[in-house]
């Protein structure tokens, strides 16, 4: 009597749709990742922007990143995914390019806060600018981890 034995081909885990989407892992730091990024855009707005071409990439990442990754969450929530395979590597790329480009921003944002930190009139922009950079080193982390913890999904 033969006995069945297991498939061969091993089984990938369904994509998280719906609140389920908040108890996965990978995707559990997409809000977190829209919240900080969200910090991030608003400290820098509320500065006086001493260096445009430096805080100006800050904001762009900032808000494009935030406007994609708040798109992401809706498909994920809505299921608009239909489970394929495919949004796995895309979620992967785009996380990963997110990373770097949030890096990039935030040394930008981190020379910004050096450059306002000599600026005796108004301490309170260097401290704004110390947060958005400790938010946008956070934000960056942050996506560093969703998309490396994909392959470990």
């Given at each position: 009597?033969?006995?069945?034995?297991?498939?061969?081909?091993?089984?990938?885990?369904a994509l998280p749709s719906g609140p389920a989407i908040f108890k996965t892992v990978p995707y559990a730091f997409i809000l977190p990742e829209i919240v900080c990024g969200t910090w991030v855009w608003i400290l820098v707005a509320a500065t006086s922007v001493s260096s445009p071409l430096?805080?100006?990439?800050?904001?762009y990442v900032s808000i494009s990143s935030c406007l994609i990754s708040l798109m992401l969450l809706f498909i994920y929530l809505f299921?608009?995914?239909?489970?394929s395979e495919n949004w796995k590597v895309l979620?992967?790329?785009?996380?990963?390019a997110t990373a770097i480009l949030y890096m990039s921003a935030a040394v930008l944002q981190a020379n910004a806060t050096i450059n306002s930190e000599f600026n005796l009139n108004s301490p309170l922009y260097y401290?704004?600018?110390?947060?958005?950079?400790f938010f946008a080193f956070i934000t960056t982390f942050l996506y560093i981890l969703h998309a490396f913890s994909i392959y470990y999904h």
């Open positions: 009597m033969a006995l069945a034995s297991p498939s061969a081909s091993p089984t990938q885990p430096l805080q100006g990439w800050v904001m299921g608009l995914h239909k489970n979620d992967s790329l785009y996380h990963g401290q704004l600018n110390s947060a958005a950079s």
